[in-house]
């Protein structure tokens, strides 16, 4: 009961945000302007590379900041004597990480040494993901109240951006191939792409097999990439009709952005960081130990 | 209201149209298959879990993989719908 009376009151914070997110602008409402990033401060640029600080990098050092945290409070600070709650949930979380992601993918010789990666993967797009539903004055958007103009309260996961995915799925993508190199040596390692099909076939399979690899790094990225985006786009859409459509489509369009928020927090974000680190797991295991 | 927001739809240039049938074939069409999709891995999963409850919690972890897998199709098309809707 508390808990879902902590998500009503979420919810009931999350969908004015929105609404004077979208009302703050005077002309007509487009829930795809949410990933016009503006450049904050200087631009900062090296060379052809733009490293000039946006919302989505702001995001992302957020994330940075709070899974930092999250690691540090619930695996190294030593707990008091005997277990507490704190302890309980590290180790769920280790535990997750461990038996549902790492055993499920890395052969048990290369654990130690890709644990750790999978783990940080899963819990870094974790944060991610959720602060991306919980509002916060990070907003393009200005709200002019008493004279002072104060960043409106928005809803934004820096990986409903695909350059944030990609390059996520690029470590996997790079991380795949050095270890399957190094563990296999060259030469055995692409033979290893290579199903056991009659001869006559091989032109035609191997260069689908290579496109198979770089079609991983594509899925790998679009899969977080979208779900994000989606989920983002449904909310803003439908407390977007309000101006749209007419301000009587409210409690319908309150309605149902509340229950894709709930569907978004309790499911897709905890799956999809999920399935992220079970498929790079997966991907390195793979290229550790070929089939054949 | 809404017959009049038809009306609106139908008054549109086109060529926004014909993107915005572009947009709706590709996340129907990639929704209608990984609907039948994931109805399937769960089926498939709620058979399994009947025969062998035991398996359960190896199995839940090859369940959400597929389930991504499958809905990642959705997204697919959702990605190539708002491509042809932005970009042509």
């Known amino acids: 009961m508390k808990r879902i009376l902590a998500l009503a009151v979420l919810a009931a914070l999350v969908l004015p945000s929105v609404a004077l997110a979208a009302g703050s602008d005077d002309s007509e409402f487009d829930p795809s302007e949410e990933w016009n990033l503006q450049t904050w401060g200087p631009e900062l640029k090296i060379g052809p590379i733009d490293m000039s600080i946006n919302k989505a990098v702001a995001y992302l050092m957020l994330g940075t900041i709070v899974s930092i945290v999250i690691g540090i409070a619930f695996m190294r600070i030593r707990p008091g004597r005997g277990p507490n709650r704190r302890q309980a949930l590290g180790e769920t979380i280790y535990e997750v990480a461990q038996v549902q992601v790492a055993e499920q993918g890395l052969p048990t010789k290369a654990i130690g040494r890709w644990f750790p990666y999978v783990a940080t993967l899963m819990i870094f797009i974790w944060v991610v993901n959720i602060l991306g539903f919980i509002p916060l004055p990070l907003s393009d958007e200005r709200w002019h109240v008493a004279g002072i103009s104060v960043p409106t309260l928005a809803i934004f996961a820096a990986t409903s951006t695909l350059s944030v ?42 260069p689908l097999e290579i496109l198979g690899q770089f079609m991983r790094l594509i899925s790998l990225s679009v899969r977080l990439y979208a779900n994000m985006l989606a989920g983002h786009m449904l909310i803003l859409t439908f407390i977007g009709l309000i101006f749209l459509v007419t301000p009587w489509v409210f409690p319908f369009s309150v309605l149902l952005a509340t229950v894709f928020y709930l569907f978004e927090v309790v499911i897709v974000v905890s799956i999809q960081a999920y399935i992220f680190a079970a498929l790079s797991a997966i991907y390195i295991g793979s290229a550790i130990e070929p089939e054949h | ?61 090859i369940q959400w993989i597929g389930f991504a897998l499958t809905e990642a199709c959705v997204f697919y098309g959702l990605i190539g719908g708002l491509l042809a809707f932005v970009l042509v």
């Open chain 2, 1 to 61: 209201m809404l017959s009049s927001f038809f009306f609106l739809a139908a008054a549109e240039d086109g060529a926004d149209a014909g993107k915005a049938i572009a947009l709706a074939l590709g996340i129907g069409l990639g929704s209608l298959g990984a609907g039948i999709g994931i109805g399937n891995i769960f089926g498939s999963m709620i058979q399994a879990v009947a025969r062998q409850p035991e398996l359960r919690g190896e199995l839940q972890g």
């Open chain 1, 165 to 206: 995915t990609l390059a996520l799925a690029l470590m996997t993508f790079v991380f795949t191939h050095v270890e399957g190199i190094r563990e296999n040596g060259s030469w055995a390692y692409f033979k290893s792409w290579i199903p056991d099909v009659p001869k006559a076939m091989l032109p035609m399979i191997i």
